[in-house]
């Protein structure tokens, strides 16, 4: 006998309102918890179903084993531990706007907003896009979000996706001596991707959402090098963003038009640093010194 | 709570102006579990919509329309290289309703490009393909013979830079399975194009659409390839050319099946149903509110039925890999 | 000499065409697909017309009104007909 899950709950992050159900109360509780200062969304037509189902017939109980799926899924994902399941329930909600989302352009990117004008940083796992976003978010920037950044199709300027920051390994502990404990989830040793804790986002930046800013200024960081800074050219810029995008193909035209509108507008830099103060001090230099 | 939702919604898109919040996360949820969110969108784009469903159904519209573009920009790459061979090449399927602005493609999901062609002319076909840049999927020598000698089709392909999968058929049924359509006179009859390729007949793709649904799978997609042939239906101008047809393929059952299927899933809901029918559409309607697949067993009892049509008692070892297959690839 | 292959572009409105700063962006409409491409192809796009198939020797001709091209005839015929062969297997010209 299938039965409905049994655990629901209804996020709304940026623009985007997620329904997810779970065969396990636990993880619908932590994030219950961690998300209890965004709006309201229970009872709302969501825009996407996430599941987090039971692996196998007996995996509800015995070695719960968690498969992660919704509306968009991966036939061949592999399942989460019970531990995880947070993890699962944000990896559920990534999926479901990395394949399903079409009324912004996406950019795998970090972004902040100081003064009305956005800052967004894109690069690969571990470039330092994530922690160094989190990091100007306690410095008087407003955090936008961590993973994704949203390019309106029509005015260009880049909407927040606030979802929770994922931070990972040494990040964390970075982020615990700054922050109120009371902000840190739960921590979850050994996943796939190492050590991870999330971190919820200051109470402004949650409360201000839904408001976008014009992009002024794009950045390639790579963590862990000694302190280097190279303007990026619009075809590279380009080229790096595509591949940085999961929606670039699927949106056709309109991608086309919004993605050669950003590079065309906003400076680039490639900018390596062998620490986050170096590069908070680095990115205050060259946002003092646009236009 | 079953796909019976879906399926009132589709029939009569009047009936969504009622839905509350629950119904409409649920209806949202087996549409896209069913691949029928585009088509829904198309039916009930003029109504009433709460604010909330409106940039979902906008969302799925232009994901129609793109998946269209790309459909008929594949069948136009394989018609340039096949142009020089002088075979004829027919469109199967949803490329071909999206080709002929049949009712049948409005917001429908596409997936990959299928194509009919004369078996005498397959080698030559396979080899244009591969020169024009498409590659096999999973080359395999032992798996590539049976399909070869077996199969309705070429093992898939896939191009080299667009990503898109291509299935060249020379039949519309495994050479294994009970029934025998005609190819050759499914090829003689196929409607020309304007740009030189050309799709079935009214009444073949009917034909078409009927033994692919139940004779060639476990109904998967079942609710889509239904709405499919009621749109064709509505679209047939002789039903006594169907039945006709139909029994020369050696497919009269499962065309009046799916008849009877469709007029009471999305038409006057008059058709008198068997005892199997009923187990049908209890297969077909079970999708529960968050999408997912409900009535486990009788899936189960499906999906060896689909396998016993399609393959002799000896055969079904094989059975295994051609499910990993299939479910490998998008409906 | 042997006979060159022709080719008709699409029309105007089938791409949209965005230079920027070090390479051109052309986005196919038909195919939805965006390719990056550098001079010559531009070039060779801008000097062709949809109404007319033109072969290497013909899209040289109209390249040399307008530029000047240092190279021999030959070979420039020969890099032409690689480009529009390029060109016709992403669709932006067909065989005549």
Redesign the interface.
């Known amino acids: 006998m299938?039965v409905?899950?049994t655990h629901r709950l209804t996020l709304r992050i940026g623009p985007a309102?997620f329904?997810i159900?779970s065969a396990w109360r636990r993880p619908i509780d932590q994030l219950a918890r961690l998300y209890a200062g965004y709006p309201n969304a229970e009872?709302?037509?969501?825009?996407f179903?996430v599941?987090l189902?039971p692996a196998g017939p007996l995996r509800r109980w015995l070695r719960p084993s968690i498969f992660i799926t919704?509306?968009h899924g991966l036939?061949d994902a592999a399942p989460m531990s019970l531990p995880h399941g947070l993890l699962a329930a944000e990896m559920g909600m990534n999926l479901q706007m990395a394949l399903g989302w079409?009324?912004h352009l996406l950019l795998h990117a970090s972004s902040v907003e100081k003064d009305g004008r956005a800052l967004v940083m894109t690069g690969e796992s571990g470039s330092g896009k994530s922690t160094l976003a989190a990091q100007l978010g306690e410095r008087g920037w407003r955090l936008m979000g961590d993973e994704f950044a949203l390019l309106d199709l029509f005015t260009g300027h880049v909407f927040p996706f606030p979802r929770l920051v994922s931070l990972k390994n040494s990040a964390i502990g970075v982020m615990e001596a700054e922050v109120d404990p009371a902000r840190m989830g739960p921590p979850m040793r050994a996943t796939a991707k190492g050590d991870i804790r999330h971190l919820v986002p200051r109470a402004d930046a949650v409360a201000r959402m839904g408001e976008g800013a014009a992009p002024a200024l794009l950045l390639f960081p790579r963590f862990g090098h000694d302190l280097a800074l190279r303007p990026v050219g619009q075809g590279e810029a380009f080229m790096r963003l595509t591949q940085a995008s999961t929606n670039y193909v699927?949106l056709?035209e309109p991608g086309f038009a919004a993605l050669t509108r950003f590079v065309a507008e906003t400076p680039a830099q490639a900018i390596d640093f062998p620490s986050g103060e170096a590069a908070i001090e680095l990115v205050d230099q060259l946002w003092a010194a646009l236009p | 709570m079953t796909a019976r939702l879906l399926v009132e919604a589709l029939r009569d898109p009047a009936t969504v102006e009622r839905l509350d919040?629950a119904r409409?996360?649920a209806l949202?949820?087996m549409a896209?579990?069913e691949r029928l969110i585009g088509t829904l969108a198309a039916r009930i784009t003029d109504r009433a919509l709460?604010g909330?469903?409106r940039?979902?159904v906008t969302?799925a519209l232009?994901?129609a329309e793109?998946e269209k573009?790309?459909a008929?920009?594949e069948a136009?790459?394989a018609r340039?290289a096949l142009a020089a061979l002088n075979v004829p090449v027919v469109l199967l399927k949803g490329t071909a309703y999206a080709a002929a602005g049949l009712r049948a493609e409005e917001g429908r999901f596409i997936g990959d490009l299928d194509i009919l062609v004369p078996r005498a002319d397959l080698d030559a076909v396979e080899a244009a393909l591969i020169a024009a840049?498409w590659e096999w999927v999973k080359p395999d020598p032992y798996d590539d013979a049976y399909y070869r000698q077996w199969m309705h089709e070429l093992p898939p392909m896939i191009h080299r830079t667009?990503d898109r999968m291509i299935d060249v058929h020379h039949t519309i049924l495994p050479l294994t399975a009970r029934q025998t359509p005609d190819a050759a006179l499914l090829i003689a009859d196929a409607v020309p194009l304007e740009d030189g390729l050309s799709i079935l007949s009214p009444e073949d793709r009917i034909c078409h659409a009927a033994a692919h649904m139940l004779a060639d799978g476990d109904l998967a997609g079942g609710l889509r390839n239904l709405w499919d042939i009621h749109c064709l239906f509505g679209e047939l101008p002789d039903r006594a050319m169907l039945e006709a047809r139909a029994a020369r393929h050696g497919l009269l059952p499962h065309v009046r099946r799916a008849q009877r299927l469709a007029d009471h899933l999305y038409g006057s809901g008059t058709a008198r149903l068997s005892a199997i029918d009923h187990l049908f559409i209890r297969r077909l309607l079970a999708r529960?509110?968050?999408?997912?697949e409900?009535?486990?067993l009788l899936r189960f009892a499906f999906f060896v039925r689909s396998h016993w049509l399609r393959m002799p008692p000896m055969m079904l070892a094989r059975h295994l890999w051609t499910k990993w297959r299939k479910?490998?690839r998008p409906a | 000499m042997s006979k060159q292959t022709g080719y008709r572009r699409a029309p105007d409105d089938a791409v949209v065409v965005r230079p920027l700063d070090d390479i051109t962006l052309i986005y196919h409409?038909?195919?939805?697909?965006t390719h990056m491409v550098v001079s010559p192809v531009p070039e060779i796009w801008a000097a062709m017309d949809p109404a007319v198939v033109m072969d290497a020797d013909l899209v040289r001709e109209r390249l040399a009104l307008s530029y000047e091209l240092d190279e021999a005839e030959e070979d420039m015929r020969a890099a032409i007909a690689a480009h529009l062969d390029e060109m016709a297997?992403l669709?932006l010209v067909?065989?005549a």
């Open positions: 299938i409905a899950p309102t329904r159900g009872g709302r037509i969501a825009d179903t599941r189902d919704g509306d036939a079409r009324r699927a056709g | 919040a409409w996360n949202i949820a896209r579990a709460p909330d469903v940039p979902i969302d232009a994901e793109r573009r790309q008929l920009w136009d790459r340039e840049g667009r529960d509110a968050w999408g997912r409900s009535r486990k479910g490998h | 409409r038909p195919s939805g697909q297997a669709g067909r065989r």
